[in-house]
């Protein structure tokens, strides 16, 4: 059993930062797809970045591309999400998601079912 706790959500005005944690427990595989969703309210769920672990590869949303960056640390087994320029559509609940033993695809890296694992979510608001 895989668990992921998120931390490092909170409130800040436009154009800020804040630094996401996803701290991963249980067994992982040295590849793994780490995935990092939102969800506002009144909207569907959507795929933020991914990293696949020990690999690097990456992948972003467009809305986010130029201001956020996944990275990993593989020692303390966390994914972080390095949030710049943060904009009020920015706001939502931020989700870490795990796909075990298996590398990120661009097709598929963004599609919720794909995830087995999810944490319980960490809340970003950014004010205008």
């Known amino acids: 059993q895989v668990q992921l706790v998120e931390s490092g959500g909170g409130s800040v005005q436009a154009g800020g930062s804040l630094r996401l944690s996803c701290a991963a427990s249980g067994y992982m595989y040295s590849r793994d797809c780490l995935g990092w969703f939102r969800q506002a309210p009144g909207k569907e769920r959507e795929g933020v970045a991914s990293?696949?672990?020990?690999?690097?590869?990456?992948f972003y949303a467009d809305s986010v591309k130029g201001r956020f960056t996944i990275s990993q640390d593989n020692a303390k087994n966390t994914v972080y999400l390095q949030m710049n320029s943060l904009k009020p559509e920015d706001t939502a609940m931020y989700y870490c998601a795990a796909s075990l033993a298996r590398y990120c695809s661009g097709g598929l890296w963004s599609v919720e079912y794909e995830y087995n694992y999810w944490g319980q979510g960490t809340q970003v608001t950014v004010s205008s």
């Open positions: 990293i696949t672990t020990g690999g690097g590869i990456t």
